[in-house]
């Protein structure tokens, strides 16, 4: 919100299907939660509601594979139905999971017809204005919800015939539900233009292996690409994917691996300014949680215990995120926060730890606050997205 505001752009939001659902989803939110926290922080920021465009990510059966498929998919409409009643105005219908009595490879025409199904649901219960209506993203080559869980050493980029294939048949899909109002709502198509991350390491985007998607974008005008897992891209290559139509740069772990490393360096200050029995012990608590609670990182994280160990710490793929909410690492959060305030942070150790923030400071561009420090680490990950899009700063 801070980064938009000081771009004055509007702010697009979004909530996957693992995170927010009627279900209450990791983060404990039904949709309907997740629009109230999400229009507190805008009061409390100073961000006005109007630039705010909320999304829903990956809205299908993913949170339910290992239901039947007439399960999952009564799941994930009642999920898409609450997405719609809540307000959320651009939604993602991805239906390419298998769920349990699935074949093991799903047919275009079954994935597209369940993304018809779920369109339905969200037009049955949308709030938005009729002459608008929810916007909708399709496509069905994309990352997996909530990262890779192998190692990764190139990728095919989507081909032009794919991606026409997967449009036709989803309009099809959604011409025979009747949803062709719907069907001029469409705005993107997922593909995969050649970036990922694994664990260790990040495929770059190569915009040579990614030119024949432009004959696509010839043709429908009307859309654009939108680019999963774009996170941890060199800076140039978030302008090349904006100049080769992928007008929607999806970022997530890289802000959350980004504000890991604020708070391991402040902790590692903290280290040097308070006694041990008053610290906040934050990796030693997250690390705790994360052994009694494995089900968010323990199918991702494979080899020896010590390569575990480092994985849950310092993975690309960043499955700590899924714990910051919990109550016991919030607490560890909020005394780290607090005892820096009390003690202060030395310039010294501040150059040490986190250089980038340090110059900040010494230009006089950021306090000595512990919350600053970690916001700025945040918006230092935002920026290379802001440049590419237009923005200011």
């Known amino acids: 919100m801070r980064q938009a505001m000081a771009d004055d752009t509007h702010l697009l939001l979004e909530a996957t299907s693992n995170q927010v659902n009627q279900e209450g989803g990791y983060t404990g939110m039904t949709p309907a ?7 507190g922080l805008a009061q409390e920021t100073g961000f006005r509601l109007d630039q705010l465009i909320l999304g829903g990510d990956h809205l299908g059966p993913n949170a339910w594979q290992h239901l039947d498929a007439a399960s999952a998919m009564n799941m994930a409409t009642e999920m898409v139905r609450d997405y719609a009643a809540a307000g959320f105005l651009k939604i993602h219908l991805d239906a390419s999971m298998r769920c349990a009595d699935d074949p093991e490879t799903l047919s275009d025409e079954v994935m597209a017809e369940r993304a018809a199904t779920l369109c339905a649901a969200a037009e049955s219960a949308s709030r938005a204005p009729d002459a608008e209506g929810i916007s909708y993203v399709i496509g069905t080559e994309v990352p997996t919800p909530g990262g890779a869980d192998h190692s990764l050493s190139t990728l095919q980029v989507t081909s032009s015939e794919a991606v026409e294939r997967t449009l036709t048949i989803h309009h099809a899909a959604f011409e025979k539900s009747e949803l062709e109002s719907a069907w001029k709502r469409v705005i993107a198509i997922v593909v995969q233009p050649g970036v990922e991350f694994d664990h260790d390491g990040v495929i770059d985007y190569d915009s040579s292996k990614a030119r024949h998607l432009q004959s696509f974008l010839v043709s429908h005008p009307e859309l654009v690409m939108e680019a999963h897992s774009s996170d ?7 302008g090349d994917l904006v100049r080769d139509g992928f007008a929607i740069l999806k970022v997530g772990p890289a802000l959350t691996f980004a504000l890991r490393e604020a708070f391991f360096a402040l902790e590692t200050i903290e280290r040097w300014t308070v006694q041990p029995e008053e610290r906040s012990n934050l990796q030693g608590t997250l690390d705790r949680v994360m052994l009694e609670r494995p089900e968010h990182w323990r199918k991702y994280y494979r080899g020896t215990a010590q390569e575990q160990a480092r994985l849950r710490a310092y993975s690309y793929s960043d499955r700590l995120r899924y714990y910051w909410g919990h109550a016991e690492v919030e607490a560890s959060v909020v005394k780290l ?6 003690t202060g942070i030395p310039e010294t150790l501040l150059s040490q730890h986190l250089p980038q923030e340090y110059d900040a400071f010494r230009d006089g561009k950021l306090t000595l606050g512990p919350e600053e420090i970690a916001l700025a680490k945040v918006r230092s990950v935002l920026r290379a997205y802001s440049k590419a899009t237009g923005g200011k700063k």
């Open 33 to 39: 939660d997740f629009v109230q926290f999400i229009q």
């Open 232 to 238: 941890y891209q060199r800076l140039q290559a978030y």
């Open 337 to 342: 926060i607090k005892n820096l305030n009390r």
